[in-house]
T-cell receptor, first 115, second 115 residues
Framework: DTAVSQTPKYLVTQMGNDKSIKCEQNLGHDTMYWYKQDSKKFLKIMFSYNNKELIINETVPNRFSPKSPDKAHLNLHINSLELGDSAVYFC??????????????FGEGSWLTVV | AQSVTQLGSHVSVSEGALVLLRCNYSSSVPPYLFWYVQYPNQGLQLLLK??????LVKGINGFEAEFKKSETSFHLTKPSAHMSDAAEYFC?????????????FGTGTRLTIIP
């Protein structure tokens, strides 16, 4: 069973469209994250949720909106897609907040291409 | 703020040779340090982590890393490179402040194995 699963894995869409990436973890973790990996492979956090509560919101355009219906799911919705949004988006999860030594587990990534 | 610096964006070694990937950290408090590996078109997999226990940490696939406070380093090594080690390697530091336990990644090192 996949611990952190994301869908879709590949997504090609036109500028101006709205799209969503879904993420689910079956590890029983409390904290979930979205990271973005750009074309130079640089990884940067976008959002973090703990038990459906937003706790980290980096400098991300308002077009990006995370939604956590429950602690096992963290979806990413992107409005009015731009060429610069093309990247790989990784969902991740980790156990209890306040336990920084715990591992953060990553999904397989969602490759978004905006044309 | 915590950060890591990976020296060398590309490293090439011959099959069977020593692998050494460098990572230096900056942190005002004892850090939690991680090495992740990313194979082509795949997600991030944890290789090993340092969480203030033993300074020499052994990970998967024969990799190990040594935490050296005096040098603020956490270099990744493997005695004998294998073709399957070709991948992108990321060093990361995790925040310890409650509510900011995100992973901050280095810029990555692409490891190429020469037959």
């Amino acid at each position: 069973d996949t611990a952190v699963s994301q869908t879709p894995k590949y997504l090609v869409t036109q500028m101006g469209n709205d799209k969503s990436i879904k993420c689910e973890q079956n590890l029983g973790h409390d904290t979930m994250y979205w990271y973005k990996q750009d074309s130079k492979k640089f990884l940067k956090i976008m959002f973090s949720y703990n038990n459906k509560e937003l706790i980290i919101n980096e400098t991300v355009p308002n077009r990006f909106s995370p939604k956590s219906p429950d602690k096992a799911h963290l979806n990413l919705h992107i409005n009015s897609l731009e060429l610069g949004d093309s990247a790989v988006y990784f969902c991740a999860s980790s156990p209890l907040r306040g336990s920084s030594g715990n591992t953060i587990y990553f999904g397989e990534g969602s490759w978004l291409t905006v044309v | 703020a915590q950060s890591v610096t990976q020296l060398g964006s590309h490293v090439s070694v011959s099959e069977g040779a020593l692998v050494l990937l460098r990572c230096n950290y900056s942190s005002s408090v004892p850090p939690y340090l991680f090495w992740y590996v990313q194979y082509p078109n795949q997600g991030l997999q944890l290789l090993l982590k340092y969480t203030s226990a033993a300074t020499l940490v052994k990970g998967i696939n024969g990799f190990e890393a040594e935490f050296k406070k005096s040098e603020t380093s956490f270099h990744l090594t493997k005695p004998s490179a294998h073709m399957s080690d070709a991948a992108e390697y990321f060093c990361a530091v995790r925040g310890t402040n409650f509510g900011n336990e995100k992973l901050t990644f280095g810029t990555g090192t692409r490891l190429t194995i020469i037959p």
